[in-house]
């Protein structure tokens, strides 16, 4: 006879759980249980947000860890956000006390608790992927010391790291924490999102030793309602209405010729720089000037629909954050309203951005944060009544993600507000602009996200800039160096880089021997070079991503942020930053300083940063809708006729019967297979001599100087010359080093890693063929 899983939690956590008033544990939690408190497997737990996926791994966990007395650290976690942990640690704290264990937070932002941590180590030690490089390199006998009793491994928002340097860091640090344990050990992890349960299980521990169970939940069940809003970006310089789908019918062979590139004689000349501080400031102040009429529109429709509540603003980029939060605050000014919007990005203060969080969990005011992926996680954020997102979502993963920001009580629905601008379109636009690939990858995004299909983890990148990080860490934490042979064991072959083999490790030694990373000492030990020694003292180096030169930004003493060198920024220059707008006092290069004061105009600075790459399932998706005939229920007037006249352009100019367009001295061909395949048939044509863009990173590559009639046999002489590897095309792209420590490996070993990373062969192949079998018939 089955045990009931709440009889098997220790007596102090079934009070805990009465106390919460829980009528039941959720599904999962029963579920997980057994499995947490068997200690026989890993265990993988996926539900949305505020799903109950915490309680379902620490129920169980302290249940088992309240049977030992004292002090003694018996269950690691591992988060990717310090805001994270803070949130955790404060929720998890008082299941803790019900059974007389300690949880002690672990990141730069926290000394309480550290120092006597040695001496009675809590019993739950939750930190970041950084923090935990730094304790095994800087205490690494002391902290292997406290592992012995160790019974647990966990992993919170597992699916943050997919794909990433970080993700290949974090599986790195758990091998060697495993290592320093004599004894089996399970790794639990919780994530909100997942494409293939199997990818999450094979991510979290890739090399044998114990079985995965995941547990997921799609859905709460709860209801969920969203709309697609079009928005319609109107020209600088109108010279009459929007063409119709049925005029361009009529003018196929002139829209054709008129390529959209306007002559350098049409362009309208830009005014002349203002003079003075005023006029600056009476030139950057009106919102309808500023900035894009359709963003004006947007801010309008969220003031009236957000105004009031509390919900969270994501747009895909800093700059535009900082446009958003300026034209809400602007409007509630304006009418005299204390302001409830306000922008959360990663170059804001900590403090800034703190005061956005417990403003929204408090509750008391209504506050309404304009964010990037800052709030995409799970930190509490108290009663979110609806999600709005600007843009198509950077992948379907994130959707699901920040639409489960809402919606947390029960009874109470998600709510969606997705924005798309269409660009507008004139005689001159291309026939691409005609198919609103925006809109489609917004919509493409919520078809899926509803299906429950999402992007599988990034398994071919090779990770060679963290390898170099690891080599080094390792080196530090063994203290009296290490061979070759060990760290290729425990690296490599044991540990979380097992793609690499034995000849190309030796490759990456050698590159580090070159830049005196690391130098061999007579008995053939390893240890960190004049270069390296520098490096591993820096507390930079225990982040696997990029810290980069920053300008801090201040007003009368107080903090407001950073923001990267990237442009010149000079007295008087005027800045939108941190929802307000300034105007530069001084500049202290020295010090890397800016002094700022209130002002009544400014734009965002430049904060880096690209387009992220699309995923061939979003682009499969956009195709796929393009070739249906029903229109999502979801889609407000606007999006219903764009999403008309995206069809209807693409049975206009034929792309349901052949992959090509050409247009002017140009020709596009559609692939709809992702960003990566794009990318390598755009290096695979240049490697036959041939100019092409990739079409940012939407379905599409641009083939340049190549008639229509001659691109058939363009793709046959493809088709005759396939490379041999993926890293002959690698081998023509620039600006290989893409991660922190690729300025350390030798080009050989950047080509590699950036074909294993950034290439599809296989993929571009087949769509080289279908192309061919299109366009011969």
């Known amino acids: 006879m089955a045990i009931d899983p709440f009889e098997q939690l220790h007596p102090g956590i079934q009070r805990w759980v009465w106390q919460q008033g829980w009528p039941s544990l959720r599904q999962i939690q029963a579920q997980a249980i057994p499995l947490v408190l068997g200690r026989q497997s890993d265990v993988v737990i996926s539900a949305p947000t505020a799903g109950g996926k915490t309680e379902a791994a620490f129920l169980p966990i302290m249940s088992d860890l309240a049977q030992f007395e004292g002090p003694g650290l018996r269950c690691l976690c591992v988060s990717p956000l310090r805001a994270l942990i803070n949130d955790q640690t404060r929720r998890l704290t008082s299941m803790a006390e019900a059974v007389d264990l300690r949880v002690q937070p672990w990141h730069g932002d926290v000394s309480a608790g550290r120092a006597s941590f040695w001496k009675r180590p809590a019993n739950i030690l939750i930190t970041t992927p950084e923090s935990l490089e730094a304790l095994l390199m800087r205490r690494g006998a002391q902290f292997g010391g406290l592992l012995g009793e160790l019974r647990y491994l966990v992993v919170d928002e597992l699916h943050a790291f997919f794909g990433s340097e970080r993700g290949a860091q974090l599986r790195s640090l758990l091998q060697r924490v495993e290592r320093l344990v004599p004894h089996p050990l399970p790794r639990i992890a919780l994530s909100a999102t997942l494409g293939e349960p199997a990818h999450a299980g094979h991510f979290l521990r890739s090399r044998g ?126 009418r005299a309203l204390p302001n409830e919007f306000f922008p959360h990005h990663g170059a804001l203060s900590r403090e800034l951005r703190l005061s956005v969080e417990e403003r929204l969990r408090d509750g008391k005011l209504p506050t309404s944060a304009v964010c990037t992926s800052t709030l995409e ?46 660009p507008p379109l004139t005689s001159r636009s291309h026939p691409v602009d005609w198919l609103r690939l925006s809109l489609l990858q917004a919509i493409a995004a919520i078809e899926l996200m509803l299906a429950g299909r999402f992007e599988p983890p990034m398994q071919d990148d090779l990770h060679l800039s963290t390898l170099v990080q690891q080599i080094l860490s390792y080196i530090a934490q063994i203290g009296g160096g290490c061979t070759a042979a060990e760290l290729f064991r425990e690296l490599c072959q044991r540990g979380a880089f097992s793609s690499i083999d034995q000849a190309t490790f030796a490759e990456v030694l050698r590159s580090l021997g070159s830049a005196q990373l690391i130098e061999q000492v007579s008995d053939g030990s390893l240890l960190p070079g004049a270069v390296g020694e520098r490096l591993i003292e820096h507390f930079s180096f225990y982040a696997t991503f990029f810290t980069p030169e920053e300008y801090q930004l201040l007003c009368n003493g107080k903090r407001l942020g950073t923001v990267p060198i990237i442009e010149p920024l000079v007295p008087g220059r005027l800045m939108l930053f941190a929802g307000r707008r300034w ?82 001295d140009a020709v596009h061909l559609a692939h709809w297979a992702g960003h990566r395949v794009g990318l390598t048939i755009a290096l695979w044509l240049q490697w036959l001599e041939v100019e092409v863009e990739v079409v940012n990173v939407g379905p599409f590559v641009e083939v340049i100087g190549v008639a229509e009639q001659d691109v058939s046999q363009l793709i046959e ?50 769509v080289m063929k279908q192309w061919h079998g299109a366009l011969i018939k």
Do not use: W
Request: glycine share 8%; net charge negative; hydrophobic share 40%.
């Open 209 to 334: 030793g114990f079985p995965c169970q995941v547990l997921a939940t799609a859905s709460d069940g709860g209801e969920l309602r969203l709309q697609v809003r079009a928005i319609q970006q109107r020209r600088a310089h109108d010279d009459g209405p929007m063409p119709t789908m049925e005029a361009a019918g009529d003018a196929v062979e002139k829209l054709l010729a008129q390529i959209a590139r306007q002559p350098m004689d049409e362009r309208v000349p830009l005014p002349a720089p203002p003079e003075t501080f005023e006029e600056l400031e009476d030139n950057e102040q009106a919102p309808a000037d500023r900035y894009t009429t359709a963003l004006d529109e947007i801010a309008d429709h969220l003031f009236e629909r957000l105004r009031g509540q509390s919900h969270l603003v994501f747009a895909n980029a800093r700059a535009q954050v900082e446009i958003v939060a300026d034209q809400l605050r602007e409007r509630a000014e304006g």
């Open 717 to 766: 002489v493809a088709l005759q010359r396939i490379p041999a590897d993926a890293t002959i095309l690698a081998a023509r792209k620039e600006g290989l080093e893409r991660n922190k420590f690729d300025q350390f490996l030798q080009p050989e070993l950047l080509i590699r890693g950036y074909a294993a990373a950034e290439l599809d062969l296989e993929g571009a192949i087949a």
């Open 377 to 422: 996680m799970g930190v509490d954020l108290g009663d979110v009544v609806s999600v709005a997102q600007i843009g198509p979502a950077p992948s379907v993963a994130a959707l699901k993600q920040r639409i489960g920001r809402s919606g947390r009580r029960p009874g109470q629905p998600q709510i969606l507000r997705q924005y798309v601008v269409l």
């Open 583 to 664: 105007r530069i006092l001084e500049v202290d290069t020295q010090a890397r300083v800016v002094l700022l004061a209130p002002s009544k105009g400014g734009k965002p600075p430049s904060f880096g940063g690209g387009p992220l790459g699309v995923h061939r399932i979003v682009h499969q998706r956009m195709r796929q809708l393009l070739e249906e005939a029903s229109i999502p229920v979801y889609l407000d007037a606007a999006a219903q006729q764009g999403l008309m006249d995206a069809r209807e352009a693409y049975s206009l100019f034929a792309f349901d019967q052949s992959p090509l367009i050409a247009s002017g």
